[in-house]
């Protein structure tokens, strides 16, 4: 990441008295906007009412990386207080003086959205626009062999698409062409794709390791089981979408991105155009965390408006599109082995993961990444799909047990050949990682005499930050009454082993083969929330997201819509209560702390409910079938 670009830039004080911030970090539906608007006038000591959030641009926003990770509050909340006490000619106001930060402030971006007036890009106008449809197959992989030729059919190699004056026009020539297009057949797809992933491995590697010999040499009772986690869609209910106008030697585009300036470097590359002729602006697009077909989709724009006479194109992508050629969550396999001590403790503990990279966004490397780039006439070789070290991690996210085990050892099996595109999916490996790690420590409680897995988890839990909200989630969800196909669960973790603190209690009923959430309970410390309210909505909709990965969410080779990949219902949506543990800690961000204490709360509810233990997601009628057949 570049460091922020000098204060003129990112702090300016207006004719009017208002003032003008300019960020790099995006809205995505997260209300980071009005977080660092708080931050700027509890700094200058301004009304909120007064700070003005800049569009963020390549062109005048710094550059702050990717918008991901939970960290816009604790990276870019940082560096605009500093900037904004700077201006000031002051040290940073401290935390015990806060007014405005602390308080819950009304989103800057929802009145527009509730007015119904344009918002995002798909809404974009520019003149003289046309419109596009990309022509790609329903399977990923697969390469373009002959298509008929068709007014305002453009073509590169495989990549082509169709352009045309009126939307309905590209709709209707897309769907001719498509129909007589002739496609290779592309890869076969593995019937087991955890057998696959274990067979294919590429290289092995010690993500932590505390070696404690005498410990585990105490070990009389030795648990293994394993767990698994399939793709997932990011879902975004609205196909990806961008603009991009080619005006003289200067490209723009407009994008939903998260990351801009890598797309700008990715753009850049692979139109083969010196990187200070692109510009890239963000504007809202469908919600996802996570690397969906934002960039995809903005650099195949940016081909089409290359071929389209100087005329600006906006290219809307299908249904079919996003859920043939999006980047899914990859899939994952974690195997688990401990050994107890006579006394129930654990004293040794082997964490195994296997899985794809789950970074594979663009700009970060030498050589590009996304779809369009391989399709070309002169194609570039994509790079694949990778790991970023921890404590960030990839797909060992959160693989290190927050707990203190004496002798404990992470091993990394990194599977580079993908079966299915992947990448960053909300809270890459943590999500599968934290299931697994609170799942297996439920069955080590079941063994104990108690039985008490709140109890068990707090014996091995030190960080008092942790124990405070694993023990505020149980209080704030009060007695349970224990009735036939009614559970309860609890789960626990410590985003990024850095982050914030999560613990959610979940409570559901099992009846035939239908599974359902009746409650969910999260506490959370984010240290000091600058938005309580703005961190409340995090968490429901962290809670909610995570309810339809753990009940619905699997991919199946050939889907193309809806009906071939299931999401939770308004009508399945379960209460959410959310308690905030406030300190004065440093800000953290809120956003994905919750998705693995909710997955894992809700199977170990469904264990209480059926006595049976899932260990393969998602909890559906077959998977809980076949758990109890095994």
Not at 84 to 97: N, T, V
Request: one cysteine or more; glycine letters at 10%.
């Amino acid at each position: 990441m570049n460091k922020p670009e000098k204060l003129p830039q990112r702090v300016r004080i207006e004719a009017d008295g208002s003032v003008s911030i300019a960020v790099g970090k995006v809205e995505l539906g997260q209300g980071i906007r009005t977080a660092l608007a708080q931050i700027a006038a509890e700094e200058l000591g301004v009304d909120l009412a007064k700070v003005k959030v800049l569009p963020t641009s390549t062109a005048d926003s710094p550059d702050e990386g990717i918008t991901s990770g939970s960290v816009s509050i604790q990276d870019g909340g940082k560096a605009l207080r500093a900037a904004c006490a700077e201006l000031r000619g002051r040290a940073e106001k401290p935390a015990s003086e806060y007014k405005v930060v602390g308080t819950s402030a009304p989103r800057l971006d929802l009145p527009a959205k509730f007015a119904g007036r344009a918002s995002y890009v798909q809404d974009m106008v520019l003149p003289g626009m046309l419109h596009a449809r990309i022509l790609r197959p329903p399977r990923p992989f697969a390469k373009l062999v002959s298509i008929t030729d068709h007014p305002g059919l453009v073509r590169d190699g495989s990549f082509a698409g169709v352009l045309a004056e009126r939307e309905e026009d590209a709709i209707e020539a897309a769907r001719k062409l498509r129909a007589k297009a002739v496609w290779s057949d592309g890869p076969a797809m593995p019937q087991d794709i955890y057998a696959w992933l274990k067979a294919h491995v590429a290289e092995s590697r010690v993500a932590k390791e505390n070696a404690d010999p005498a410990a585990k040499a105490r070990g009389v009772k030795r648990l293994r089981a394993e767990y698994r986690k399939p793709f997932i869609c990011h879902a975004s209910i609205g196909p990806s979408c961008a603009l991009a106008w080619l005006k003289g030697e200067t490209l723009e585009v407009w994008s939903h991105s998260q990351g801009i300036f890598s797309l700008r470097k990715e753009i850049a590359l692979v139109l083969r155009m010196p990187e200070d002729k692109v510009i890239v602006h963000h504007a809202e697009g469908a919600g996802c965390y996570g690397h969906n077909g934002a960039d995809d989709v903005a650099l195949d724009a940016a081909l089409l408006a290359r071929l389209s006479r100087g005329l600006p194109v906006r290219l809307q992508w299908t249904r079919e599109d996003e859920f043939a050629w999006e980047p899914y969550g990859p899939a994952m396999v974690i195997g688990l082995e401990c050994l107890l001590d006579g006394q129930g403790n654990v004293v040794s503990w082997q964490h195994d993961l296997w899985s794809n990279g789950h970074t594979h966004r663009p700009g970060r490397a030498g050589q590009p990444v996304l779809v369009a780039a391989g399709e070309l006439a002169q194609p570039f070789e994509r790079g694949p799909a990778v790991d970023p070290p921890l404590p960030t991690g990839g797909a060992q996210r959160n693989a290190v047990p927050g707990y203190e085990f004496p002798d404990c050892k992470v091993m990394h099996h990194y599977v580079r050949e993908a079966p299915v595109h992947g990448s960053s999916l909300r809270s890459l490996g943590a999500f599968g990682n934290v299931f697994a790690i609170e799942s297996f420590m439920d069955e080590l409680a079941a063994l104990q005499p108690e039985g008490d897995p709140v109890a068990f988890r707090l014996k091995h839990l030190k960080d008092p930050r942790g124990r405070a909200v694993l023990e505020e989630a149980v209080r704030k969800a009060g007695p349970f009454q224990k009735t036939e196909g009614r559970g309860r669960g609890v789960a626990y973790a410590r985003y990024k082993n850095v982050g914030a603190y999560c613990a959610v209690v979940a409570e559901v009923e099992a009846g035939g083969a239908e599974l359902r959430v009746t409650r969910l309970v999260a506490a959370v410390d984010v240290g000091l929330p600058v938005n309580p309210d703005g961190v409340i909505n995090q968490i429901e909709g962290g809670c909610v997201q995570a309810t339809s990965w753990a009940l619905k969410e699997e991919w199946k080779p050939g889907a193309v819509s809806w009906e071939d990949y299931s999401i939770l219902r308004f009508s399945d949506a379960p209460p959410v209560e959310v308690q905030i543990v406030k300190n004065q800690h440093p800000s953290l961000g809120a956003g994905e702390c919750t998705m693995g204490p909710t997955v894992a709360a809700i199977a170990n509810a469904l264990h209480d409910a059926l006595g049976v233990r899932v260990r393969e997601l998602p909890l559906t009628a077959d998977n809980i079938a076949r758990a109890i057949g095994a």
